[in-house]
C-alpha cells in the first residue's frame, strides 16, 4: 500500500500524515461492479481511491437511480465524509465501474487528523467543493440541457473517466444512470450512430466524434 500512497497521496500530504495513513488504514481490491456503498448504510470509514472508477448514484422514490458524478484516483465521495462525521446514513450508492483500489481510513482517525493535519484538513475542504461543483453539474444538466445533450455529456465523461472510447454499458444501464427510459436512450444512440458520432456494436458503444 506504501507506493501507491505515496504515488496519490505524496505531494499533497505530510510524510507524518502518510505515515499514519499506512499504519491505519486498509487498503481494498474491488472488482467492477462491487457495490461499495448502498443507501441507508451506516459508514465507518472513508475510502481514497488509489486507482479505477467509482459511480456515484442517487435513488427516488420509486427506485429509479440518477448518476451524480463518477470518483477517480486521488478523490474521496464528500458525502460519505458527511456520513462518517454526522454519523448519519449514506443517502447514495456507490458502485465500482472499473476494478478499483481503495484506502479505507477509520471514522476515529479522520477526525483526530483534522485537528492534526493542516493538508488533511485542506483535503476535506476541497473534496467537497470539488462533488459539490460537480453536483451543480449535474443540476444544471437536468435543468438546462435537452435529453441529447445529456447522452452526449454522459458518454464523453464516461470516455474520459474509462480512458476508452468503449462504452460497456447497455441501453438499459444508460437510461437508468440518465432517470430516462430505454427507449428513448436507444432512439437517441441510433441518432447519434446516423450522424456519424458513434458505432453501436452487439456488446459495447464505440465513441468515433463526441463534442
Keep these: 500500500m506504501r507506493q501507491e500512497l505515496k504515488e496519490n497521496y505524496g505531494p499533497i500530504f505530510e510524510e507524518a500524515l502518510l505515515k499514519e495513513i499506512d499504519q491505519a488504514a486498509i487498503f481494498?481490491?474491488?472488482?467492477?461492479?462491487?457495490?461499495?456503498?448502498e443507501i441507508g448504510d451506516y459508514i465507518k470509514s472513508m475510502s481514497l481511491l488509489v486507482?479505477?472508477?467509482?459511480?456515484?448514484?442517487?435513488?427516488?422514490?420509486?427506485?429509479?437511480?440518477?448518476?451524480?458524478?463518477?470518483l477517480e484516483n486521488g478523490?474521496?465521495?464528500?458525502?460519505?465524509?458527511?456520513?462518517?462525521?454526522?454519523?448519519?446514513?449514506?443517502?447514495?450508492?456507490?458502485?465500482?465501474?472499473?476494478?478499483?483500489?481503495?484506502?479505507?481510513?477509520?471514522?476515529?482517525k479522520m477526525e483526530e487528523w483534522m485537528a492534526k493535519y493542516r493538508s488533511w484538513r485542506n483535503f476535506v475542504l476541497q473534496s467537497y467543493n470539488d462533488r459539490m461543483y460537480?453536483?451543480?453539474?449535474?443540476?444544471?444538466?437536468?435543468?438546462?440541457?435537452?435529453?441529447?445533450?445529456?447522452?452526449?455529456k454522459y458518454l464523453n465523461e464516461k470516455a474520459r473517466v474509462t480512458n476508452s472510447k468503449n462504452i460497456r454499458s447497455t441501453h438499459q444501464e444508460i437510461a437508468y444512470e440518465l432517470h430516462t427510459s430505454r427507449v428513448v436512450v436507444s432512439r437517441l444512440l441510433k441518432k447519434l450512430e446516423n450522424m456519424g458520432k458513434i458505432v453501436l456494436n452487439r456488446n459495447h458503444i464505440e465513441?468515433?466524434?463526441l463534442d
Design 207 to 209: 465513441l468515433l466524434d
Design 134 to 152: 460537480e453536483l451543480l453539474e449535474t443540476l444544471d444538466s437536468i435543468a438546462f440541457f435537452n435529453m441529447d445533450q445529456r447522452l452526449l
Design 75 to 108: 478523490d474521496t465521495c464528500a458525502m460519505t465524509l458527511n456520513c462518517c462525521m454526522a454519523q448519519a446514513q449514506s443517502e447514495i450508492r456507490a458502485i465500482a465501474e472499473t476494478d478499483a483500489k481503495l484506502i479505507m481510513v477509520p471514522i476515529q
Design 51 to 70: 486507482s479505477g472508477v467509482i459511480k456515484v448514484l442517487r435513488e427516488d422514490d420509486n427506485g429509479d437511480e440518477l448518476l451524480l458524478y463518477f
Design 28 to 37: 481494498k481490491e474491488i472488482p467492477e461492479g462491487t457495490k461499495l456503498m
